[in-house]
């Protein structure tokens, strides 16, 4: 009798062990996980732009046709990836996303597209190799971000440094 | 017709014939009038155009985030007193501004008073138009009633006891409103004051940047130097070249750029109201106009005024 009640609770143990691995396999991530992966892409993103205005104010003579390529495509990468970083849950805690994503989702695929398209003309720009034609798409692709952080980003405070 | 012909020399005839002949001088003058008219008034709507951008007139009169019209008015502009909601401007005769004259629209913008003798809330910044040229006010004019027109009524505002009052707007200008066109500074350069121009009259930077008093006039001790309530509850950066609290790190070269770009020195490219301002505004000026808003911003006294939250 105690042995069976002992293998009786073992099996319900493990079957109750089992379905909560199975549980958090299926489940979401850590919210916060996804906020600061995003968050950090932006930011690198925001590096590399910060680069390449720098450039495009005349300002720097080192920069190459390949570096520009390899920033357009890291842009072009987190456009592709942005219509996946905002899914539910991650709307609210340490994010400064507007419910706008959520409520406005066709706006904001469009906007995240559009820096795609216009990263995706830089690299071409570069390729082909006209310096006053890459400084003036990298004008439109800091234009693209911004049509995004208007609608869908919380105003940050202003230290405009 | 043979000469000294009885019928031809009657005065009445020749009454006629001066008539006849003053007439086809007229008429020829006419035809030719009609098209230097015309052109005129393409130029006026051309000039206009550019004078719509620097003003940034299309965000507040369109209610852009519903889909509305251009310049149909409807959008919300909340502010410490309420709720405003921007009027038509299209050239609608009944719903928008179809019926004005000239001199009506000048009035409008110079001395913040509508047609029917009513004073606007300086929600609608005339404190900064009233500096505009009697050409650009008139040029503005010709280019939006160059466009389409939409029969839409106006929303009323929802703003609260007393600032609904409007004559108290009396009261309101007397305090806080210099009536004029902008006057050149000889004693600075064509470029600092082709800024100034654009910057104070038709860019009305400061109407955002300059923080305001408990009944909403300007700050002028401290201009440009940033607000906590801007409009739609954000708040507006110190702009004067304080090194510690304004944009004292930048030089002209990177506000034109932000000017025509929203990429700011930091990385960052700027959203918030301002990202409206660069869309429809800034990006569309020529980069002369730019780099002069620019050095004039730069030429400011630098404020030391820190903008953040009071958590």
Not at chain 2, 27 to 56: C, H, S, T, V, W
Not at chain 2, 140 to 164: C, E, M, Q, R
Not at chain 2, 276 to 287: A, Q, Y
Request: net charge neutral; with cysteine.
């Amino acid at each position: 009798m105690r042995r069976s009640l002992v293998i009786g609770l073992a099996i319900g143990t493990v079957a109750v062990a089992m379905a909560g691995i199975v549980a958090e396999a299926f489940a979401q991530a850590r919210p916060l996980d996804m906020i600061r992966y995003r968050q950090s892409a932006m930011k690198g993103n925001g590096g590399y732009l910060n680069a390449l205005n720098a450039y495009a104010k005349g300002e720097v003579t080192v920069v190459t046709k390949d570096t520009i390529k390899a920033y357009a495509a890291a842009l072009v990468g987190t456009s592709l990836e942005i219509p996946g970083m905002f899914p539910a849950g991650t709307d609210t805690g340490r994010t400064n996303a507007k419910p706008e994503i959520w409520q406005k989702n066709a706006d904001f695929l469009a906007a995240a597209k559009r820096l795609g398209e216009e990263s995706t003309k830089l690299a071409e720009v570069a390729t082909a190799g006209n310096e006053a034609a890459m400084k003036e798409q990298i004008g439109k692709v800091a234009q693209a971000c911004g049509g995004c952080h208007q609608p869908f980003r919380k105003p940050l405070p202003p230290a405009a440094k | 017709m043979k000469d000294g012909d009885p019928m031809t020399a009657t005065p009445a005839n020749v009454v006629l014939k001066g008539l006849a002949s003053v007439f086809a001088i007229a008429g020829a003058m006419l035809a030719a009038a009609a098209p230097a008219a015309a052109q005129a008034n393409a130029d006026a709507i051309k000039r206009g155009e550019y004078i719509f951008r620097a003003a940034d007139c299309a965000p507040c009169h369109t209610d852009t985030k519903n889909k509305g019209a251009l310049l149909a008015g409807g959008r919300a502009l909340p502010t410490p007193f309420g709720t405003f909601y921007s009027p038509n401007i299209t050239a609608d005769p009944v719903n928008g501004i179809g019926k004005w004259s000239d001199g009506d629209f000048t009035r409008a913008l110079r001395e913040g008073v509508s047609p029917d003798g009513s004073h606007y809330f300086p929600v609608f910044p005339y404190t900064s138009f009233t500096l505009m040229t009697d050409q650009d006010i008139k040029d503005l004019k010709a280019y939006i009633f160059s466009l389409p027109t939409v029969a839409l009524a106006n929303k009323p505002h929802d703003i609260g006891f007393p600032f609904n009052l409007r004559f108290l707007q009396v009261g309101w200008k007397m305090l806080f409103f210099t009536e004029g066109v902008y006057k050149p500074d000889p004693a600075k350069s064509a470029e600092w004051n082709r800024g100034a121009y654009l910057t104070e009259a038709l860019g009305h930077c400061a109407e955002c940047h300059t923080p305001r008093n408990l009944l909403g006039g300007m700050d002028r001790s401290r201009w440009m130097a940033g607000s906590i309530d801007g409009p739609e509850g954000e708040m507006a950066p110190n702009i004067t070249p304080h090194e510690a609290t304004g944009i004292g790190e930048w030089d002209d070269i990177d506000l034109a750029y932000m000017l025509k770009t929203g990429a700011v020195p930091g990385g960052d490219v700027v959203g918030s109201l301002m990202a409206e301002v660069i869309r429809e505004s800034t990006s569309k000026l020529t980069d002369a106009d730019r780099t002069a808003m620019a050095k004039y911003l730069l030429s400011l006294p630098a404020v030391d005024h820190k903008i953040e939250k009071p958590r």
